[in-house]
């Protein structure tokens, strides 16, 4: 059974830095082709892909958001976390980590439940 | 970048009817990297079709992808009350290596 859950702070302050983590099971980011990825949602609003990292540490980024974003993961722990830095009101959203099951698959097969992040002072 | 457009924004139907989907690609899209998702309120999203026409593990076949190019559609063939939700189209560049979403098509019940 492939899960994901996504923790990290509800309440960030404008011009601070978020790190959130995505732990997951079910499945290796050390076996070949597989992926974790982050993706936003302000509320009523649409989906926004944010980046993704593979099992052999490739990283892919929004070119939008690029300048503020890091991915990174502990294959050990399996966890993906999801540094952007300077946060302004108009990132407050719940944030998705999903999985794609290879490289060039195109798609999200497993999603975490979301956790809502709000900025504000 | 490529922008996913879907049509209609909102589309009102019964149970029983059919829903037809449309999602349209500023340039022309890999159908290999073309999926919907389908998302209902409180909850993330569902994967439900990929490579534009392949259905996902679980999902009922009422529930098909078609389309190329810069065309593609989600066809319901007949609504169910639990069908009745937000649909997103998604691609993946496989030039840019990114990933972009369309803006949603909710489906309300008639």
């Known amino acids: 059974q492939i899960t994901l859950k996504e923790s990290g702070p509800t309440l960030v302050k404008p011009t601070q830095t978020l790190t959130l983590t995505c732990t997951f099971s079910?499945?290796?980011?050390?076996?070949?082709?597989?992926?974790v990825g982050w993706i936003r949602q302000p509320p009523g609003k649409a989906l926004e892909w944010l980046a993704l990292?593979?099992?052999?540490?490739?990283?892919r980024y929004s070119p939008s958001l690029k300048s503020r974003l890091t991915i990174t993961k502990d294959t050990s722990k399996n966890q993906v976390v999801l540094t952007m830095t300077n946060m302004d009101p108009v990132d407050t959203a719940t944030y998705y980590c999903?999985?794609?099951?290879?490289?060039?698959?195109?798609?999200?097969?497993?999603w975490g439940q979301g956790t809502l992040v709000t900025v504000s002072s | 970048e490529i922008v996913l457009t879907q049509s209609p924004g909102t589309l009102s139907l019964s149970p029983g009817e059919r829903a037809t989907l449309s999602c349209r690609a500023s340039?022309?899209?890999?159908?290999?990297?073309l999926a919907w998702y389908q998302q209902k309120p409180g909850q993330a999203p569902r994967l439900l079709i990929y490579?534009?026409?392949s259905r996902a593990t679980g999902i009922p076949d009422r529930f098909s992808g078609s389309g190329s190019g810069t065309d593609f559609t989600l066809t319901i063939s007949r609504l169910e009350p639990e069908d009745f939700a937000v649909y997103y189209c998604?691609?993946?560049?496989?030039?840019?290596?990114?990933?972009?979403f369309g803006q949603g098509t909710k489906l309300e019940i008639k």
């Open positions: 999903a999985r794609t099951p290879r490289r060039v698959a195109g798609y999200f097969d497993y």
């Open positions: 079910g499945f290796s980011l050390s076996t070949s082709g597989v992926g």
């Open positions: 990292i593979y099992w052999d540490d490739d990283k």
């Open positions: 340039q022309s899209v890999s159908s290999s990297y």
């Open positions: 490579g534009a026409s």
């Open positions: 998604q691609q993946y560049g496989s030039s840019t290596r990114a990933y972009t």
